[in-house]
């Protein structure tokens, strides 16, 4: 359907009420003039006969990306499809890039995918409404952090391609390159009435403010909101140059691989080149501490399948501190997009912190945050260095002890129901080797519970330590197919056997 017939069966009530990108006005009635059939029509980019839905080169890109050629930015567009609340599905797309001659252009459509005649509210439906963006902010960073205003703003502006709207866009390029909107004001319909799988279509000039000259064209994020929903967005970060702005304090230096990750980009290795990568809030802080890590995607893929791990170096060697259990989903950050970790760190016993995952009994050291994203590589990480005074390993509150002579025997509570509730018995002695070592924050974790009351009761004298627990916190010691382990424990190895028959 072209955009004068369409307009017709709108109406002029429908016409009334308009969205504006602009607070200026110039006096001008802005009422469209009634509207007669046109053999001529315009359509949207592609041409009049295109009148279905905005198509996709691949549909599993999470982004619709362009490089411009006048400034150096790239910009990625997302999503390139939504739907809203009424039943309205909203596909967008750039159609070409910015040049000397035009600005960057993004093609869209909207189709009612009810099986009923619906009227669709455009104010909150980007790019068919909501057509300024918000003000940028740093991707990954604060959305209200005050840093610039409406003049660096973006603008969506209806081209002549546009089935509600025939004018051509008020827009210019200013002397530094940058194209930007000319005229005082932008309307479109509020409204629009659409039969069943009927498809209205736009093409749209993405530009710089009226009055935003002089101030260039921030990296970051402009959304384009719509209500309480996701909003629309353009990311931008500078083509050449995608990394991190500043260097980080452990540049040059060398660490291990961790453990469960071979491949792996840190952070304190990136450069003005590298398009992903972990950025921390803060690379040195006391304890207790919340610091953000925050995994940043300027490439042209998406990457998957993140989670997050926190590690300790101790001695040249990584120590896997939790979380011991993910979820099965696997999750992706599109280009342009960011995911965020946030850490609480105690010295002590943590508090629980909405949003944070929360790591009590952390003593002072090297720390770092692993993420399951990358580009090039599996996983990308970032250090940051904890300071505190060293954690002191005590047995877990419920367990009760009685020594006799070098033996120390152990009580702790059993849950009392549950497939792995039968009571079992931890013998552990001193050993000369150890298959595995551990550190003490990770003895403060769940899994380790049964090792953390045998460790915490080896003092002098001691030579043989006894705990009376259940299956599963045994076994976790031991292993599920085992009844031995040999431990390494600060600088001491011991032997821990299971008897499940206790």
Same mark, same amino acid.
Request: net charge negative.
């Given at each position: ?17 308009? $969205? ?19 053999? #001529?029509?315009?359509? =949207?980019?592609?041409?009049?006969? #295109? ?27 997302? %999503? ?28 869209? @459509? ?15 439906? %980007? %790019? ?16 209200? +952090? ?18 509600? $709207? ?43 403010? !009226? ?13 384009? @909101? ?8 353009? !990311? ?9 702005? /500043? ?9 291990? @691989?961790? %453990? ?9 290795? !990136? ?9 921390? $809030? ?16 300027r490439s042209r893929e998406s990457t998957k399948c993140g989670h997050w791990n926190l590690y300790k170096l101790v001695d040249g060697r990584w120590y896997h501190i939790g979380p011991y259990v993910h ?15 946030? *850490?609480? /760190? ?16 952390? +003593? ?36 009760? /002890? ?18 792995? !509730? $039968?009571?079992?018995? *931890? ?6 080797? =150890? ?66 028959? @206790?």
């Amino acid at each position: 359907m072209r955009r004068r017939t369409f307009a017709a069966a709108l109406g002029t009530s429908a016409l009334a009420g308009c $969205s504006s990108v602009l607070t200026t006005d110039d006096g001008r009635d802005d009422t469209p003039p009634e509207d007669t059939p046109n053999e #001529n029509e315009k359509g =949207a980019t592609g041409g009049n006969e #295109n009148d279905g839905p905005v198509e996709f080169e691949d549909e599993r890109s999470a982004a619709s990306i362009v490089d411009l050629e006048t400034i150096d930015r790239t910009y990625a567009l997302s %999503p390139r499809r939504y739907r809203t609340e009424d039943g309205g599905e909203i596909r967008l797309r750039f159609a070409e890039t910015a040049t000397e001659n035009h600005p960057a252009r993004i093609v869209a @459509s909207l189709e009612n995918a009810n099986d009923y005649e619906n009227t669709f509210e455009l104010r909150w439906t %980007p %790019p068919f409404g909501r057509l300024g963006s918000d003000h940028p902010y740093p991707m990954g960073g604060d959305r209200g +952090g005050g840093e610039y205003t409406y003049r660096q703003t973006l603008v969506l502006v209806p081209t002549e391609n546009h089935d509600l $709207s025939d004018a051509e866009p008020p827009i210019e390029r200013d002397g530094d390159g940058h194209w930007r909107l000319a005229g005082d004001r932008i309307r479109l319909p509020e409204t629009v009435r659409l039969d069943p799988g009927e498809v209205v279509r736009g093409e749209y000039a993405v530009v710089g403010h !009226a009055d935003g000259t002089g101030s260039g064209r921030p990296t970051g994020v402009y959304e384009f @909101s719509r209500g309480q929903r996701d909003a629309v967005r353009i !990311a931008a970060w500078n083509t050449d140059e995608p990394g991190p702005a /500043a260097a980080s304090r452990f540049e040059g230096e060398s660490v291990p @691989s961790t %453990p469960r990750e071979d491949s792996i980009a840190w952070f304190h290795d !990136a450069d003005a080149s590298t398009p992903t990568f972990v950025r921390p $809030s803060t690379e040195r802080t006391d304890l207790p501490a919340e610091v953000e890590f925050t995994f940043v995607n300027r490439s042209r893929e998406s990457t998957k399948c993140g989670h997050w791990n926190l590690y300790k170096l101790v001695d040249g060697r990584w120590y896997h501190i939790g979380p011991y259990v993910h979820t099965a989903d696997c999750r992706i950050v599109g280009p342009g997009a960011t995911k965020t970790w946030t *850490l609480h /760190a105690f010295g002590g016993e943590s508090v629980p912190c909405d949003g944070a995952t929360e790591f009590g009994h952390l +003593g002072g050291g090297r720390y770092a945050a692993v993420a399951g994203y990358g580009h090039e590589t599996d996983h990308s990480a970032a250090m940051v260095k904890l300071v505190g005074d060293a954690v002191a390993l005590e047995p877990t509150a419920d367990a009760t /002890a009685e020594t006799s002579g070098t033996t120390v025997t152990v009580t702790t509570a059993r849950p009392e129901e549950g497939e792995h !509730a $039968s009571p079992a018995t *931890l013998t552990a002695t001193r050993t000369d080797d =150890a298959e595995s070592t551990v550190i003490t924050e990770q003895l403060y974790r769940q899994r380790y519970r049964g090792l953390r009351n045998v460790l915490a009761f080896f003092d002098d004298g001691v030579d043989r330590v006894v705990v009376h627990t259940d299956e599963r916190t045994a076994e976790r010691v031991v292993g599920y197919d085992s009844d031995v382990a040999r431990v390494g424990y600060d600088g001491e190895s011991y032997e821990a056997q299971v008897d499940r028959r @206790s």
